[in-house]
């Protein structure tokens, strides 16, 4: 799996997803992250067969939702995110909530459908330490990747630790919150020092933290200045200024469906 890869929520209007594609195509990016919530999974198909690039060279992850779970229909959505997507198979499939008294189920299914070889390779998204462990106690098949959010306002070092001693590859969404650490002093005279923007520094920090990052973005420019992040390298003492940044601050919300379950 890329370390670098393009995300894609929200981006619904017209040629909107596909026109970002064919920019991060070209600007490196490989892999893209998007999910049947999203309500994009078809633009992401067109720009899929649009960008030039083999399916071999790419790296495709897609997310079942939370209705999907409650049904039970996960062989159903799975199926429906394929079509949508014109792939025939998905290098990434991921539970994107863990929703209570369904997630073991459908961790299940998922296995299932990893054994069909129509995906590569399956994950969870949003879980927590707890989670991960009543997984582990109903199945011997360890999640490739657990994507959260994390960025320097929100360092979940004890949930990256206990991932990397799993064996499970954590993968950041969000990684700019949402902006809201880019006007940061610190980051900003870091930004000054190794001549590159705070939105990199961010992304660098999550990278030399081994965490693989999606950040989204609709804009040319941006896009390729995120992925402008594998030429420099942060000094030890500046990443443990930035670690002392965390604020345990959320910039994506709670599903609704969600709202009062504890995360």
């Not at 594609?21 to 309500?39: E, Q, V």
């Not at 630790?161 to 969404?173: D, F, L, M, N, R």
Request: glycine share 8%; net charge negative.
């Amino acid at each position: 799996m890329p370390l670098l890869g393009l995300g894609v929520y929200k981006a619904v209007g017209e040629n909107e997803v596909e026109t970002a594609i064919l920019h991060a195509a070209d600007a490196g990016y490989r892999l893209i992250d998007t999910a049947s919530a999203y309500a994009n999974e078809d633009g992401v198909g067109r720009g899929i067969a649009q960008c030039g690039i083999p399916r071999k060279d790419l790296f495709i992850t897609t997310k079942i939702w939370n209705n999907a779970q409650r049904l039970g229909d996960i062989t159903g959505a799975f199926n429906r995110s394929l079509e949508r997507l014109q792939l025939d198979y998905i290098d990434l499939y991921l539970i994107h909530w863990p929703v209570p008294g369904c997630f073991l189920n459908t961790w299940k299914e998922l296995v299932k459908l990893y054994e069909s070889g129509r995906v590569r390779s399956i994950g969870v998204s949003n879980f927590e330490i707890r989670h991960l462990e009543e997984l582990a106690s109903v199945s011997d098949v360890v999640p490739a990747v657990n994507q959260i959010e994390f960025h320097p306002y929100w360092y979940q070092k004890e949930l990256l630790e206990y991932c990397k001693s799993k064996g499970i590859q954590v993968q950041a969404y969000a990684p700019l919150a949402r902006g809201a650490y880019l006007d940061n002093d610190i980051i900003c005279v870091l930004a000054t020092k190794y001549g590159k923007t705070p939105a990199q520094i961010g992304l660098r920090w999550a990278l030399q933290k081994g965490v693989a990052v999606i950040p989204k973005s609709t804009n040319p420019q941006r896009i390729v200045s995120n992925g402008d992040i594998f030429d420099f390298e942060i000094e030890e003492e500046d990443m443990a200024y930035i670690d002392q940044l965390n604020q345990n601050f959320r910039s994506a919300g709670i599903p609704e469906d969600l709202q009062g379950t504890a995360f």
